[in-house]
């Protein structure tokens, strides 16, 4: 609608251009024409009125670009402003967030089928929609135990089921040396013990690896070794309670 409008803007003396000035000097708000919602759209979007455009036509190549980021701009904040009050997506960095990039789990992930899989998992995790005994219990008024169905020692949620669950601590074991390994040829040691010996830090680390800035050049090689971690924890898992 926006490209359309410039258009109509630019053909100067068509009788289009002459309906779009008499209807935006006449038509009110309330109004259903076409010129009108133009209106409504500058306004959410900020960009320059439609009076403005008429009275000074950008390129088509300047009002494309402007157009293009006004409108990621908006739905980009939209979204973050809406995530960011789901408790369920806490982990997950929002200040990388571009539109049109990929997340990291995706940008690390090869095509061939496993790796999807893992993705996929991941991706679960991340945003929330894995569900494990918490969310059981969560959604079923507490009816439901949360208690964790494999140790039966705490209750089952997140950094329970990464980090803590015993019965899974033959799995997890291994990755968090690989993990600790990487880091150990890439950073401080000290940095490395703060990542490590405190469960926030490592929870993070495995979730979401690009809330830490100060990785950002070993990102792609964290997110291998964390989604083959989680989907390793999901298969284990699921052969447990079978």
């Not at 079923?140 to 997140?158: A, I």
Request: proline residues 2%; contains cysteine; glycine residues 2%.
């Amino acid at each position: 609608m926006l490209s359309l409008f410039r258009n109509i803007a630019d053909n100067h003396g068509s009788v289009e251009r002459s309906i779009a000035q008499r209807q935006l000097a006449l038509k009110t708000r309330d109004s259903e024409s076409w010129f009108i919602q133009i209106i409504k759209l500058t306004e959410m979007y900020e960009l320059p009125s439609p009076i403005e455009v008429l009275d000074l036509v950008p390129e088509k190549h300047i009002w494309k670009k402007l157009v293009y980021n006004a409108v990621n701009d908006y739905w980009k904040n939209i979204l973050i402003l809406e995530a960011r009050t789901k408790v369920s997506m806490k982990m997950l960095n929002f200040d990388n967030f571009k539109v049109g990039v990929v997340h990291n789990i995706w940008e690390s992930s090869g095509s061939e089928l496993l790796s999807v899989k893992r993705a996929c998992v991941k991706a679960k995790i991340i945003s929330g929609t894995y569900t494990l005994q918490a969310n059981r219990a969560k959604f079923n008024g507490n009816r439901t135990s949360s208690l964790c169905p494999l140790c039966f020692k705490q209750s089952e949620d997140l950094m329970h089921f990464l980090i803590k669950c015993n019965s899974l601590e033959g799995v997890r074991r291994k990755f968090i040396m690989l993990l600790r390994n990487l880091l150990n040829d890439k950073i401080n040691a000290l940095l490395v013990d703060d990542l490590f010996n405190f469960e926030d830090n490592l929870l993070q680390l495995i979730v979401d690896c690009t809330k830490f800035q100060f990785l950002k050049q070993s990102w792609s090689n964290i997110e291998r070794l964390s989604s083959s971690l989680c989907f390793s924890l999901h298969q284990k898992r699921t052969s447990l309670l079978l």
